[in-house]
């Protein structure tokens, strides 16, 4: 039997339409999956948007292996964030990282992070974090947004494990160009220019 390949996703927090995409990805026998999630959101964090306060009612962390950081939304949690989830990859070994988004600061975080633990990412064409995975050709895939198209590349790189064992050499050279404090430099930037986007758009939509 072959060697399985471990897959570790890194999202906000459980969501309705993405458990059955876990549980199917987790089924696969050739892959190990572990989701870790940044958080999970209490009834009325859930209602956010919706009106009312709710609750799925649907299991929405069974069928596949997952943990929670319990680190809250914001700016000032990233060092707290970027401790756990350093934590958390070490602890997994993960084969490669899947990253769903661009859309808050943890995620926005957690590129570069893989980066300097020398950790191969998948990245969807669709963030602005390609550029990341760009500025070191073989040291991740950028791949299309969608759900098919993530989990056609999640499976091709379960079947060949020589593709994982060159993204692997590769993210670890391009580890040797990070540093904590380049680190910081990158996440400060990205976040300042998500904060000047924001902005532009207010002021586009007076």
């Known amino acids: 039997m072959s060697e399985s390949y471990k897959?570790?996703?890194?999202?906000?927090?459980p969501i309705q339409y993405m458990a059955p995409w876990f549980r199917s990805l987790a089924q696969e026998p050739a892959l190990e999956l572990d989701v870790v999630f940044l958080r999970e959101l209490n009834p009325v964090q859930q209602g956010v948007g919706f009106g009312q306060s709710f609750q799925w009612d649907v299991p929405l962390r069974q069928g596949y292996n997952s943990q929670v950081l319990g680190v809250a939304k914001g700016f000032r949690q990233l060092p707290n964030l970027v401790f756990r989830l350093t934590k958390a990859i070490k602890a997994s070994r993960p084969d490669a990282v899947l990253i769903t988004g661009w859309n808050e600061p943890g995620l926005m975080a957690a590129y570069p992070l893989m980066k300097?633990?020398?950790?191969?990412?998948?990245?969807?064409?669709?963030?602005?974090?390609?550029?990341?995975?760009e500025q070191h050709p073989g040291a991740g895939w950028i791949v299309s947004g969608n759900k098919e198209g993530l989990k056609s590349k999640i499976i091709e790189l379960a079947?060949?494990?020589?593709?994982?064992?060159?993204?692997?050499?590769?993210?670890?050279?391009?580890?040797?160009?990070?540093?904590w404090e380049s680190y910081r430099v990158r996440v400060v930037r990205s976040l300042e220019h998500i904060y000047e986007q924001h902005e532009q758009s207010l002021q586009d939509g007076r």
């Open 7 to 13: 897959l570790c996703v890194v999202t906000t927090h």
């Open 116 to 133: 300097i633990l020398g950790v191969p990412a998948i990245v969807s064409d669709r963030v602005g974090a390609k550029c990341i995975i």
């Open 159 to 179: 079947a060949n494990r020589g593709m994982l064992t060159v993204a692997s050499v590769a993210a670890r050279e391009a580890a040797k160009d990070y540093s």
